[in-house]
């Protein structure tokens, strides 16, 4: 039986609904102290009036119901779901006036691709966009990196009561403290410790580059944010080739690695407990999956006529690599040399890597490779279980955050969302198709969506048809939410507004 | 007769033709040699001579002209280009944005980004020597429109010199219009709204949580 929402319930979540769209207007004033600081009026003014409609907007929202209650797990999938697009609505409105998009659309893409830190970009001219604007950008990728949600817990707005739920809803469950808030306090703690870090040194590095200091701290800040959080938004239009920067490009590397590990294994290092971290199957099958797919990337590539000198793979793929499977979305070589330099093989398993994508738990999008190493294990024990005597019990287990023992529920879980995914990349991949475009290039572009993994080849840009546009928009959402919640969200909207068919009373 | 005069006259008019074009190139090649000629201008200036008058943040509005004996190309047709174009000499045109950065450690040799000036914002990144960089004194960003430089030099679709990179190795470097920096005007009253706008959200944050205290 399908739970309808009721008016209690819209209530409800329009009064959470409210306090998250009040955590977006915060990150407007962000841009606007940096406006103000660097003397750029008009994006001041713009940040100002839009923090304030989406400040006024929240406050109001939050009047649906005075005391709002402890949030069910309905609601409280509803709150998630669908605060990640009405946050993208808001954050479009001082983008889209910026005047560096050509459509309304296009500015709601940027959003939305923020938000969810998927990275890919429909903005034109970025190379003059103010400091502001490009520090908006990158506090989205910092906020909907940690998670909005998460924000909003660790600052109290929602109350200890519903903390479980939403954390959950979010496609978080691993509590590495004791309750929800300390374990939300210790992710933030790791994530700003890492930027902090690669701040400094990437503003050296900027300066010994010959970046003047302003735009070497404010680049180094940047860069730093979008890599820990495997955003993929980068201030130049070049993406991380503009630096011509090896050691920049390791930094990068190093933090986009860091972002793809789970956050639950940074507790177990930091309480001094390393044997979790090498023997977990999330860090295991990870490195696995990229020795193997670096090895094919780099025969592929071998096998073409242009770029197949060893230190250019070791450059220009090696970071490629690393790009795609924590879903990053930075880019060393142009679009155009990944569809005309890269052999088809090489572009390829570059969209298979970003289709798996990183760790659970991490901020890394994607199928995530311990789902696969799940399934793959349930193979083993099928088989196993077929060979054995029938009197014999079969026990396959795995190591995260300790011994655990394969339970179907666990297979069950993986496969349903390995399934959406794979599903989702197929239709998306026969939706940008029949538009017209290149089936590699479809297949690539689809799945670089979905995944929230960024990395584009020319399909996603300024003044793209509408209709792909809006669907990618909702592919992000998807991607980020890991589809379960959008499907339920979608499943009781169409609940709550069918009517109930009526039933023949015999009489 | 007639005949025999007609091609006596055919072959002195050939000879002269002949000898005039002989006279005429002997004359060209004198004045290219005192680089009367703009692309014989241009063509010191890849060599980087330091005698010419664009050593300068100058214009040098004769360069244009007269640069179609190489491959002209726009910065768009460079960031969509196919291996047709690799190795190929070419000359763009674009604004010079972002900023100077240095190629090695020493600094002899800079990167230079140019964006296209047409609605395609294609950017291409040049690989440039740190005399030619410091003729650009603008570089575009939100408070500058940046130097309008023309390039001319090889094109690398996969550059071997910088690991697989796809660059314009620049042979000469010219600027075509000077940058300006760009004025944003102060308005208080810009502000206005947005102060309103954030005061009735505090105030409607106020009143909620004391209707909140109220019930409880």
């Not at chain 1, 398993?349 to 994607?366: N, P, Q, W």
């Not at chain 1, 179907?408 to 879980?413: C, E, F, H, L, N």
């Not at chain 2, 010191?44 to 100058?58: E, H, L």
């Not at chain 2, 940058?179 to 009735?200: C, M, Q, S, T």
Request: charged letters at 15%; glycine letters at 8%.
């Amino acid at each position: 039986m399908w739970q309808r929402l009721r008016l209690i319930d819209l209530r409800v979540i329009c009064h959470y609904s409210g306090s998250i769209i009040i955590i977006c207007a915060f990150t407007m004033f962000i841009p606007f102290i940096t406006a103000l600081l660097c003397q750029e009026w008009e994006p001041a003014a713009r940040y100002l009036l839009s923090g304030g409609i989406t400040f006024v907007v929240g406050a109001l929202l939050r009047y649906c119901r005075i005391e709002p209650g402890r949030l069910n797990r309905r609601q409280a999938l509803a709150v998630t779901g669908l605060s990640w697009m009405v946050l993208g609505f808001f954050a479009s409105i001082p983008l889209y006036y910026s005047g560096h998009f050509l459509t309304y659309a296009d500015a709601l893409f940027d959003g939305v691709s923020g938000f969810t830190t998927t990275g890919a970009s429909v903005i034109v001219d970025l190379d003059h966009l103010s400091y502001a604007d490009n520090m908006f950008r990158f506090v989205m990728h910092l906020f909907g990196g940690l998670g909005l949600i998460a924000i909003a817990l660790s600052i109290g707005l929602f109350g200890p009561q519903s903390s479980g739920t939403l954390f959950s809803s979010e496609g978080r469950s691993e509590h590495v403290l004791p309750n929800v808030v300390q374990t939300v306090q210790f992710i933030f703690r790791v994530v700003f410790l890492g930027i902090a870090l690669a701040t400094v040194i990437m503003m050296v590095l900027c300066l010994l580059a010959g970046i003047e200091p302003l735009r070497a701290f404010l680049q180094g800040l940047w860069l730093s944010i979008s890599g820990i959080v495997t955003g993929g938004f980068t201030p130049m239009s070049q993406s991380v080739m503009y630096y011509h920067s090896l050691p920049i490009e390791f930094v990068l590397m190093i933090l986009m690695l860091m972002g793809s590990l789970s956050f639950a294994l940074y507790a177990e290092v930091w309480k001094g407990r390393l044997r979790p971290f090498f023997h977990d199957i999330d860090n295991r099958s990870m490195l696995v999956w990229l020795v193997i797919a670096t090895i094919i990337f780099t025969a592929s590539m071998s096998a073409g006529t242009l770029m197949t000198d060893l230190p250019d793979l070791m450059r220009r793929g090696l970071f490629m690599v690393c790009s795609a499977f924590s879903t990053t979305g930075f880019q060393v070589v142009t679009a155009n040399q990944l569809t005309t330099v890269f052999t088809s093989g090489a572009f390829l398993v570059l969209a298979l890597v970003m289709a798996i994508g990183g760790a659970a738990g991490s901020t890394a999008g994607g199928i995530k490779v311990s789902r696969i190493a799940i399934i793959f294990k349930s193979i083993i024990s099928t088989v196993k279980e077929t060979l054995a005597p029938d009197s014999a019990r079969v026990a396959t287990s795995y190591n995260h955050l300790g011994r655990r023992t394969l339970t179907p529920d666990i297979v069950r879980d993986s496969t349903t969302v390995f399934v959406l995914y794979v599903f989702t990349y197929g239709i998306a991949s026969l939706v940008t198709i029949a538009h017209g475009y290149d089936a590699t290039q479809s297949i690539f572009e689809s799945v670089a969506m979905a995944s929230n993994g960024g990395i584009v080849t020319g399909i996603v840009a300024p003044g793209m048809p509408l209709s792909l546009e809006l669907f990618y928009i909702i592919l992000m959402w998807a991607g980020r939410l890991e589809f379960v919640t959008l499907v339920a969200i979608i499943v009781q909207i169409i609940v709550t507004f069918v009517p109930r068919r009526k039933r023949k009373v015999e009489q | 007769m007639r005949a025999y005069v007609r091609q006596i006259a055919v072959h002195h008019a050939v000879g002269l033709f002949v000898w005039l074009a002989v006279a005429a190139s002997l004359v060209g090649g004198f004045c290219a040699g005192a680089g009367a000629f703009p692309h014989t201008a241009f063509a010191q200036t890849a060599q980087g001579s330091q005698n010419t008058a664009k050593t300068d943040n100058s214009l040098d509005e004769q360069l244009l002209p007269d640069s179609s004996f190489i491959y002209d190309a726009s910065i768009a047709d460079l960031s969509g280009a196919d291996s047709y174009y690799d190795n190929q000499t070419v000359l763009v045109t674009g604004e010079a944005v972002g900023d100077n950065i240095r190629a090695d450690i020493l600094g002899d040799y800079r990167w230079i980004t140019l964006q296209s000036t047409d609605s395609t914002y294609a950017e291409i990144s040049v690989f440039m020597t740190a005399q030619q960089a410091s003729r650009i004194t603008s570089l575009g960003n939100y408070s500058t429109r940046g130097d309008i430089v023309s390039v001319q030099g090889t094109f690398h679709l996969v550059c071997n010199e910088h690991e697989g990179l796809t660059d314009l190795h620049a042979d000469s470097v010219s600027i075509i219009d000077a940058g300006y920096p760009i004025e944003h005007k102060f308005n208080v009253r810009d502000f206005v709204p947005g102060i309103v706008l954030v005061a009735i959200g505090a105030l409607l944050l106020f009143i909620f949580a004391r209707l909140r205290e109220r019930l409880r």
